[in-house]
């Protein structure tokens, strides 16, 4: 009796095995598996394009991606060619008066791909309760069928000064390329 293990020792090496399996699976030869078949960046508000990394985007400024903003008090829709699949959506926000916008109105409802994303969100709340002059709200949805990712935006109806913004939307899918699926199956 005296030479039993006590059971917490036991759970605490069958935890360790575990996660040094699950670090092996991690880092070993498939860290590199994921490659991102859609990777888009849309600056919002320019009028021109440029690159960066092979994507649409605007030069950085001031650490803010995106300074220029898309706004509409009726609401707006931006469409996107993509892979079937699960993405990632990361919408930029740069709340700050725009030109007959006051932030204080940003009151609106984001949904992509059947989903409601964001709904009566204010950017001023958000900004204020955070303290951040700039920041990203992010969700992932799937496309099935049809290939195309519409993000709308639309403002809360209840405010007659509401209005809906953007500056920057992109949008990041990834597969599991198929000669690492292969070398995983003969592995």
Known sequence: MKNMIPPLLLLFLFISVLLEALTVSVTGDNVDAYLPVNSIAVNC?????????????????????HDTARLSRSGFVYSFRVTMGP???RLHFFPSDY????????????????????????????????????????????I???RILNVTFAFTPDNPDACAFVNGIEVISKVLRFCDVTKCKTS
């Open 87 to 89: 993405k990632f959506v």
């Open 45 to 65: 508000g320019s009028l021109g394009n440029s690159s960066v990394a092979n994507r649409s985007s605007p030069p950085v400024h001031n650490r803010i991606p």
């Open 144 to 146: 099935v069928a049809d």
């Open 99 to 142: 030109l007959n916008f006051g932030h204080a109105n940003s009151f609106f409802s984001v949904k992509a791909a059947g989903y409601t994303h964001l709904r009566n969100f204010s950017t001023l709340l958000f900004s204020d309760h955070t303290c951040f002059t700039s920041f990203c709200k992010e969700s992932c949805c799937t």
